[in-house]
Every structure is written in structure tokens, then in C-alpha cells.
């Protein structure tokens, strides 16, 4: 039975108030005590490891409660002889209460129990006595500003934030969302979006000076709880995640106050790091602190794309696994050998089809190259074609017939529009014959049409390289050499692995062009695709270097990007223009409605409830693809 006390604090001094859960009598509130920068050391492990100690400290993060809460409680000591800002030292500490909701926020609290680690965050564990000494003790919130310094001594800055109360006062953007819908959270950065190194400058120093940079200029706004799959799914506030109210890439959020912690999302999936968990958040009870404020002006939803002019739109979209054949224990590819990527159902697929074809429908090009299409005979092609005239009106598209291309799971493919062009002559297919890798990249299918209104004509090459995903080489010895021991290895210039065989790609693909494999083009030539490379590595550079002008760039500029990995941003999805057709060009736009979007707003169904199934999804064009589509205007 747990009896209660009431202490007289502070007039009459400090002693016991009251003694939870262990049945054993406490010292004195006030009492020699170990302060919590001794427990938390210089470093960031506790130097007092599997000691049992006593310490004191106020309740600024109540998280108490069986998983997925995190099962305790933080407390900071606000002796001022303990602010880290001297010290370098943390004031605050986790304390572990196992699935009990015994104390509550701005209580005083004096604790024993044995320090430890977990998950690289200090804690009390084995909890011995709780002792709660106030009520109503308010605790300032300590300031942090991003970028932060650097390490010291191999000891992260955020390490003498841990555990405390924390506010940030700048406004921050977000620059990742890919674990909002798993975990409930999102990485956040100042100024803007974090850009990948290599979109912004060549492989070298400044690229490298860039990754650091990015490094030292993110954090993680957490949801409170280690949940995997939570419901709701508390950002944006004030409603949560919807269909319709979504948060992107680039929107502005304000006034984060809350407990710096180093933990993982509960799981392996979400690693260990340091994020912030609000004192209020959808999910908590009522505090005097506010929620996190966000603000979607920067990046709006655009409903379609930004105008370009020009009598003829041609449009590059990944459409991210198109397949007809169903479901993951499937077998697919030419030799139905390889394990099918698409949809796990029909009705998956019927949600994947519906916002891909809204998608297609905005985009109103008149020529698309499609990327990552289930490389069958036709079906997959035909299926998308029949849909898309099933909404327009009949023969509205047409698709070039090539079956199969190369070995791969996947193939590219063109349809167009049959009023405003048609093609000439054969499809060309550059391919192992022509000398070109065909077994790591996607052969590339080039295309002459001719412009039905002005008889003008124009070869278009979709291409889909290697990715840049370590694949077999992940386990090869001389990856693991410094100086990596073969050329596709990653080198660490930032252009990640298989970098040799995109950039052979691209000196055989304009070599190619320039053979006019089609028979029946000109000057007008026009590269679009995957890539898989960012603006300034070396295959852009290689096809730059033949003559071709990157359309994003020269029209776009540096903040262009078409998708998103690991909270940086750059676009792989290219359009590149030879010399005589550059001239031709009226505009281009990289239409977001894909990298900035959270990927649980897509047609999966997997890690939701049946509720989200309806409230995370609309057949509109936004999270059709895990990529933006380009769209380039011409005047032929």
C-alpha cells in the first residue's frame, strides 16, 4: 500500500513526500544526493555505470505508461552550478518506471536506482524509491539553435542537452518525412531543405564540406511514443496526417518545445539518434506548453503543374513499379525467375493505377517516358494506356510495343498522343549488342516523332541506370579497402556505389544518339529518364560534356529536385536537350507532388489500420510515385 505524504517544502525544509512503488523509506528531500551532470559525465556514457545512486530533479517530460510509451520519466536538476553552458555536462536523466504512472509533470522528485544505458541514452533503472518533494516546479527551457558545433572529444554537442528541457527559437523546415507513418517522426533543418552534396557541387572537397554540414543541421522531432505504425499520426498539428492534410518537404514549423533524448523509434528501422519529444503532442495529456506550430506556405500543395508553354509537353515519370502481376510471392521479369516489385493485391493495384492516371492526366504531355514498368510482353504498358483512355475518351494514348527490354525486373517504355504526334520509323533499343551494360542498367528505348501540326520531328531516349545501392557488392572485399579496390565501389565522393557503370552509360548512350539509331531523327534529341545521378556527378557531367544541356538546371536553377533520400534532396530524374533543340525549349517544371510527400500517403496498404486505409489515401496525383515527374515545353 503506498502512503502519502505532504510535504511542507519549502517552509519548514526538505523532507519525504512520498514514497511510490518499492515499500522502501527514502532519505530526506534535500539530502546529500548525486547531482545528475556526475551521472552523466563528460562523456556520453554515465561514468557511474551499474551504481546504484540517489538523485533529485524536477519532472520535465512525463512519458510514463506501458509501450509504446517510453515507460518513464524525465527530471533535470536546476541547481545553477549544473547549467552545461559551464559544465558541458547534462542536467537531465531518464528515468526508467517501468509500465507505473506515478508522478507528474513539474513534480520535484527525489529517485534511486542503479545508472545505466540504453540505447545510448543515461537512465536510472531498477528503480528502488520515488519520492515526489513539490508540486508546480517550473523549469525554464534551455535554447538550442541549429547548425550545431561539432563534436568535442568524440562527444557529440546534443550530449549535454540530454534529458532536458529544450526550446528551439528558430523557425525550422522539414527535410524528411519517410518514417512519419512507421514511427511519428520527422527530421527537421534550418534555413531550408537539406540538399544532397552532389546536387550542389562536383565530387570533391566542397561536396564533402556540404555532407558535414548537412550532418550538424538536423533533428528529429519525435511523437513521444516508440510505436511502430502509430495512430493518429500526430504531425501536422493540429489535426494529424490525412489524405488531406498532408505535411511536405519544406514546411515551416515553430515553437518546439520539449525533452532533447537519444533513443530509437523502437525499432531497428529507426535508429538510435537524438530527437526532440514535445511536452504536448496530440497524444499527451493538457500542459501549458503549446504544440509545435506548422505552416505550409513555403511548399504548397500545387494541384497542377506550373505552366511551360509551348505547343508540344514531353514528361519523364517514374511510375515506382507498375505491374500487372500481383503480389510479393509472385515471379516476374522476362525468364519469370526475379521476385515481383509491384502492388500485393488488386486492390492495391487499383489504388496505385487510380493515382498514377490522375497523375498522367494532369500532366496532359503529349509524349511520356515511363520509368520502373513490369518488364512483360506489354501487359503492364497497355493496362496504364487503357486507363488513361478510359478517362479521356478512347485512343487519347498509344504506347510503342518493344515486349520485353534487357533482363531486368523492370523496363522503361513511351506512350504518347496520337493527335499531336506519331511516331517514325522503328523504336531503337540500345543493349548489350551495342556494347552497353544491360544487365545493371535498364536498356534505354529511343523514339523518333513527328509533330502532326508542324511535321517537325524529335528522337526522345528514357533511360533508368544503375541505382546506387551497394547490391552484390555489399559484401565485396575490396569495397571494404581505403582506397576502395574496384571503380563501382563507393568511393565516398558522394556519389554512392555502381558510379563507374552509370558514367559508361552515359558516354555509350550519347555515342549512341549520335548514330541516329532511329534512322529517321535529326537534331532534335532529348534525353529523360532515371539516372540515378545527382546534377553534378560524373554521367551528367559526361552527357553535358557531349553537348546536351541540363534543361532543370538552366531553367530551374539549383532548388529544383525531384526526390528524396536519407533527408537530402537533388533530383535523379533528368531532361537533357542536344545543342539545336535547347533552342526549342519554352520551359520546364519538376511537378512535387511525389518526393515531398510522406510515403504512407501512397497506394500501399501495409502498416495500417483499416481506418487508415481510407482516412491516408485519395486517388489523387499526390504519393503516385516515390519520384516527381518533368515536363518540358517545346516549340518545334
Partial sequence: MTERYFPLWPLIGLFSGLLLATGLQASECGSDYTPIHRIQGAGDVTPLQDQVVTTEGVIVGD?????????????????????????????????????????????????????????????????????????????????????????????????????????????????????????????????????????????????QALTIANQHNRIVLDDTLNAQNPEPIVWPTPYGLSASQSVRGGHAVRGIVGVMTYTWGGHRSSPDTYRIHPVQTLTRLPSNVPLPKFDATPNPRLSAPAEIGGRLRVAGFNVFNYFTTLGSGSRCGPQGNLPCRGAANQREFTRQRDKIIAALTAMNADIVGLVELENNDYSAIADLVSGLNQRLGADQYRFINTGTLGPDVIK?????????????????????????????????????????????????????????????????????????????????????????????????????????????????????????????????????????????????????????????????????????????????????????????????????????????????????????????????
Fill in 63 to 207: 512519458f510514463q505508461g506501458p509501450t509504446p510509451r517510453l515507460r518513464g520519466f524525465y527530471i533535470q536538476d536546476t541547481a545553477t552550478d549544473n547549467n552545461p553552458a559551464y559544465t558541458g555536462r547534462s542536467n537531465g536523466l531518464f528515468i526508467y518506471n517501468h509500465d507505473a504512472e506515478t508522478v507528474r509533470l513539474q513534480q520535484r522528485v527525489r529517485v534511486t536506482g542503479t545508472a545505466t544505458e540504453f540505447h545510448g541514452q543515461a537512465q536510472l533503472a531498477a528503480v528502488r524509491a520515488i519520492t515526489v518533494c513539490a508540486d508546480d516546479q517550473s523549469v525554464a527551457a534551455t535554447p538550442i539553435r541549429l547548425p550545431f558545433p561539432a563534436a568535442v572529444d568524440g562527444v557529440p554537442y546534443l550530449e549535454r542537452y540530454e534529458g532536458m528541457r529544450v526550446s528551439v527559437p528558430q523557425t525550422l523546415y522539414v527535410t524528411d518525412v519517410f518514417r512519419l507513418g512507421r514511427f511519428g517522426e520527422l527530421t527537421l533543418s534550418t534555413h531550408e531543405r537539406l540538399w544532397q552534396p552532389t546536387h550542389k557541387f562536383p565530387p570533391g572537397s566542397r561536396a
Fill in 412 to 636: 522503361v517504355g513511351l506512350i504518347y498522343r496520337p493527335a499531336s504526334v506519331v511516331p517514325v520509323g522503328d523504336y531503337a533499343v540500345l543493349d548489350r549488342q551495342a556494347g552497353f551494360d544491360d544487365v545493371r542498367n535498364r536498356p534505354p528505348l529511343a523514339v523518333t516523332f513527328q509533330e502532326q501540326s508542324s511535321g517537325q520531328r524529335l528522337t526522345v531516349a528514357v533511360n533508368h541506370f544503375k541505382s546506387k545501392r551497394a547490391a552484390e557488392l555489399d559484401n565485396e572485399p575490396a569495397c571494404q579497402r581505403h582506397p576502395p579496390g574496384l571503380a563501382d565501389c563507393d568511393q565516398g565522393d558522394g556519389q554512392g556505389y555502381w558510379n563507374h557503370t552509370r558514367t559508361r552509360a552515359a558516354q555509350a548512350l550519347v555515342e549512341w544518339l549520335a548514330t541516329n539509331p532511329t534512322g529517321q531523327g535529326g537534331e532534335h534529341r532529348l534525353i529523360i529518364g532515371d539516372l540515378n545521378a545527382y546534377a553534378r556527378e560524373d554521367p551528367i557531367r559526361t552527357i553535358e560534356q557531349a553537348g546536351y544541356t541540363n534543361l532543370i538546371r538552366a531553367h530551374l536553377g539549383d532548388q529544383a529536385y525531384s526526390f528524396s533520400f536519407g533527408g537530402q534532396w537533388g533530383y535523379l530524374d533528368h531532361a537533357l536537350a542536344s545543342t539545336r533543340l535547347s533552342a526549342h525549349v519554352t520551359g520546364v517544371t519538376v511537378w512535387n507532388i511525389n518526393a515531398d510527400e510522406p510515403p504512407i500517403l501512397g497506394a500501399s496498404m501495409a502498416y495500417q489500420s483499416p481506418t487508415q486505409h481510407t482516412t491516408l489515401y485519395a486517388s489523387d496525383p499526390f504519393r503516385s510515385s516515390d519520384h516527381d515527374p518533368v515536363i518540358i515545353g517545346l516549340d518545334l
